[in-house]
């Protein structure tokens, strides 16, 4: 073997392919991969480091940014954390209407992530059809809170306001209309010839090297392991409803593909049961250490000033102890590992982002094979620098 | 199977290399001499009773106030009975150097990259160990808690009025 035979690429930093900042140094011999390195961390900002000194409340506008395609997910995940550490126990409502939204949210990501495949092996019609039914999510969010992608969704011990008639008309209305435009989707690659060509066999890996890595989510399950948190540990009532999880067996980029698919339909049957069957009542409970009081309370109610100016100036300590909570995110478990002393902030919490765990197999993944696999076994691994980097 | 089960499990196996456990929290909690760190990993993932084969998160902790101060805690998953444990060893503040588990779990060479990255903690044998996220040049390791994220110049927000 001699080196001088080899070329080597820079993939990244900033590549139109990578979809995402992140940089491989691929050692090429001709158009096959031999091996390659992977810088990542450009866009780290230190979460973990500025949370310990973020009161608990404040810490939602950094899982916000952690996977931006599907923040409502992180921000729920990080409040649920927070409740199992205080004991809160949460009503239906709140419950169902955390489903409908983390499902929403993993929508989303699997719509980017998919559509991306698409793009990446030719075909860009798809992406354009499912990027208009994503702003439809981002519609809701916006009629919900106001904001679209970095959404600060949610609170400790419930949500800022309940939902609107407005937004279940939308909601009802994107579930109507989504499933047309996922059945053209389909009909467009699922048994494209060239779609199977290019992503059957590609980035395979198998379910014991899956584990190995700390795979888990969409990438996991297309190997075939049948694990999804929503399931084994069912939080925030998942366990009221009726779902598939669908598993793959190549573990390749097309199971991948498939698997996403296929829970987006079932995402889309929870919003439905979740939206059809929410209990009546209020959108949060009682936690008024936390929860910050209702404005109007504020301005004639002396409890409620009290509370409203010690939450704001981040007075209130949490009870010691740690927690590890998880939930299903768009791309697979999301992790807080939460340690508190009894301060007003954190004293450590570690996220476990499911994408820097598994996107350490791809050299692995990619060994072998040609340059414009790689591009789509890494877009359909969906790593998302936001969560890369934290 | 119960806690019992693998905390007596553990200490048939390591007697004086188990320092303490603890279920009050939401899991199962064991302190580990670092010495024994390894094994008890590989005790965990390879026995044939235990089986935990899935490496949820390995990160760092620092505690200045300790005698060993720098820890590093890994949390292990048993899928098929959905059973969690938390593993922890806590390591001196000169010299922090544990066994790698990068042969175990291919999920740990990241992981311990970053938190060597973080908190300075060497990971013997593993194949490439260098800071991942930050960049190469930093000359600390900026999670220890020596280092207060706000602008010390500040005196509007004395720490002592927020309870830290």
């Given at each position: 073997?001699?080196?001088?035979?080899?070329?080597?690429?820079?993939?990244?930093?900033?590549?139109?392919?990578?979809?995402?900042?992140?940089?491989?140094?691929?050692?090429?011999?001709?158009?096959?991969?031999?091996?390659?390195?992977?810088?990542?961390?450009?866009?780290?900002?230190?979460?973990?480091?500025?949370?310990?000194?973020?009161?608990?409340?404040?810490?939602?506008?950094?899982?916000?940014?952690?996977?931006?395609?599907?923040?409502?997910?992180?921000?729920?995940?990080?409040?649920?954390?927070?409740?199992?550490?205080?004991?809160?126990?949460?009503?239906?409502?709140?419950?169902?209407?955390?489903?409908?939204?983390?499902?929403?949210?993993?929508?989303?990501?699997?719509?980017?992530?998919?559509?991306?495949?698409?793009?990446?092996?030719?075909?860009?019609?798809?992406?354009?059809?499912?990027?208009?039914?994503?702003?439809?999510?981002?519609?809701?969010?916006?009629?919900?809170?106001?904001?679209?992608?970095?959404?600060?969704?949610?609170?400790?011990?419930?949500?800022?306001?309940?939902?609107?008639?407005?937004?279940?008309?939308?909601?009802?209305?994107?579930?109507?209309?989504?499933?047309?435009?996922?059945?053209?989707?389909?009909?467009?690659?699922?048994?494209?010839?060239?779609?199977?060509?290019?992503?059957?066999?590609?980035?395979?890996?198998?379910?014991?090297?899956?584990?190995?890595?700390?795979?888990?989510?969409?990438?996991?399950?297309?190997?075939?392991?049948?694990?999804?948190?929503?399931?084994?540990?069912?939080?925030?009532?998942?366990?009221?409803?009726?779902?598939?999880?669908?598993?793959?067996?190549?573990?390749?980029?097309?199971?991948?593909?498939?698997?996403?698919?296929?829970?987006?339909?079932?995402?889309?049957?929870?919003?439905?049961?979740?939206?059809?069957?929410?209990?009546?009542?209020?959108?949060?409970?009682?936690?008024?250490?936390?929860?910050?009081?209702?404005?109007?309370?504020?301005?004639?109610?002396?409890?409620?000033?009290?509370?409203?100016?010690?939450?704001?100036?981040?007075?209130?300590?949490?009870?010691?102890?740690?927690?590890?909570?998880?939930?299903?995110?768009?791309?697979?478990?999301?992790?807080?590992?939460?340690?508190?002393?009894?301060?007003?902030?954190?004293?450590?919490?570690?996220?476990?982002?499911?994408?820097?765990?598994?996107?350490?197999?791809?050299?692995?993944?990619?060994?072998?094979?040609?340059?414009?696999?790689?591009?789509?076994?890494?877009?359909?691994?969906?790593?998302?620098?936001?969560?890369?980097?934290? | 199977?119960?806690?019992?089960?693998?905390?007596?499990?553990?200490?048939?196996?390591?007697?004086?290399?188990?320092?303490?456990?603890?279920?009050?929290?939401?899991?199962?909690?064991?302190?580990?001499?670092?010495?024994?760190?390894?094994?008890?990993?590989?005790?965990?993932?390879?026995?044939?009773?235990?089986?935990?084969?899935?490496?949820?998160?390995?990160?760092?902790?620092?505690?200045?106030?300790?005698?060993?101060?720098?820890?590093?805690?890994?949390?292990?998953?048993?899928?098929?009975?959905?059973?969690?444990?938390?593993?922890?060893?806590?390591?001196?503040?000169?010299?922090?150097?544990i066994p790698t588990?990068?042969?175990?779990?291919?999920?740990?060479?990241?992981?311990e990259?970053?938190t060597y990255?973080?908190?300075?903690i060497i990971f013997e044998g593993h194949?490439?160990l260098?800071?991942?996220?930050?960049?190469?040049?930093?000359?600390?390791?900026?999670?220890?808690?020596?280092?207060?994220?706000?602008?010390?110049?500040?005196?509007?927000?004395?720490?002592?009025?927020?309870?830290?």
């Amino acid at each position: 073997m001699n080196d001088a035979l080899y070329t080597t690429l820079n993939l990244g930093p900033t590549h139109p392919a990578t979809h995402g900042i992140f940089q491989n140094v691929l050692t090429m011999d001709g158009e096959r991969i031999i091996d390659t390195e992977q810088t990542i961390g450009y866009i780290h900002r230190a979460f973990e480091k500025i949370a310990e000194r973020r009161p608990y409340y404040q810490v939602t506008t950094l899982t916000d940014r952690l996977n931006y395609c599907s923040s409502p997910i992180n921000n729920i995940g990080w409040q649920m954390t927070v409740e199992k550490l205080l004991g809160v126990k949460t009503t239906h409502r709140i419950d169902y209407m955390r489903i409908i939204l983390m499902e929403l949210a993993r929508i989303t990501d699997h719509l980017v992530c998919n559509s991306v495949i698409g793009v990446d092996s030719g075909a860009l019609t798809g992406f354009v059809y499912l990027f208009q039914e994503r702003e439809r999510v981002y519609e809701i969010y916006e009629q919900l809170c106001g904001a679209r992608l970095t959404t600060n969704i949610g609170r400790i011990g419930g949500f800022e306001r309940d939902f609107s008639p407005e937004v279940i008309k939308m909601i009802y209305a994107f579930t109507d209309r989504l499933p047309k435009i996922l059945h053209q989707f389909e009909q467009l690659l699922m048994r494209n010839r060239i779609f199977m060509d290019r992503t059957i066999n590609v980035g395979p890996i198998s379910a014991e090297r899956a584990i190995n890595y700390g795979f888990s989510g969409p990438n996991l399950r297309a190997a075939g392991v049948d694990y999804d948190v929503r399931v084994t540990s069912p939080y925030s009532s998942y366990d009221d409803f009726d779902f598939t999880i669908p598993v793959g067996t190549n573990g390749d980029t097309y199971d991948r593909f498939c698997v996403r698919q296929e829970e987006v339909w079932q995402s889309l049957k929870l919003i439905r049961n979740a939206l059809d069957n929410l209990p009546e009542g209020k959108h949060y409970v009682d936690v008024p250490e936390f929860y910050l009081p209702p404005k109007e309370e504020v301005y004639d109610k002396m409890e409620a000033l009290i509370w409203h100016f010690k939450i704001v100036m981040g007075e209130i300590g949490a009870p010691a102890g740690e927690v590890y909570h998880s939930v299903e995110a768009g791309n697979g478990e999301l992790g807080f590992y939460l340690v508190s002393d009894g301060g007003r902030t954190p004293y450590r919490l570690h996220f476990r982002r499911p994408c820097f765990i598994y996107y350490q197999a791809l050299p692995e993944m990619i060994r072998g094979g040609v340059l414009s696999d790689a591009i789509l076994t890494m877009s359909s691994m969906n790593v998302i620098a936001g969560e890369l980097d934290a | 199977m119960d806690n019992a089960f693998i905390t007596g499990k553990l200490k048939t196996r390591f007697t004086d290399g188990i320092i303490s456990t603890d279920e009050t929290s939401d899991m199962l909690t064991v302190v580990v001499s670092k010495e024994v760190i390894h094994d008890v990993i590989f005790f965990l993932k390879e026995n044939q009773s235990l089986g935990f084969t899935f490496l949820t998160t390995l990160c760092g902790i620092h505690y200045p106030e300790q005698k060993l101060p720098l820890g590093v805690v890994y949390h292990l998953h048993r899928f098929e009975g959905n059973e969690k444990i938390r593993i922890k060893t806590f390591l001196p503040l000169k010299n922090p150097v544990i066994p790698t588990v990068t042969d175990l779990f291919s999920a740990a060479d990241w992981m311990e990259r970053e938190t060597y990255d973080f908190y300075g903690i060497i990971f013997e044998g593993h194949p490439n160990l260098k800071r991942i996220l930050n960049v190469e040049y930093m000359d600390y390791f900026p999670m220890r808690k020596e280092y207060p994220l706000e602008d010390q110049t500040r005196h509007d927000k004395d720490d002592r009025f927020f309870g830290r």
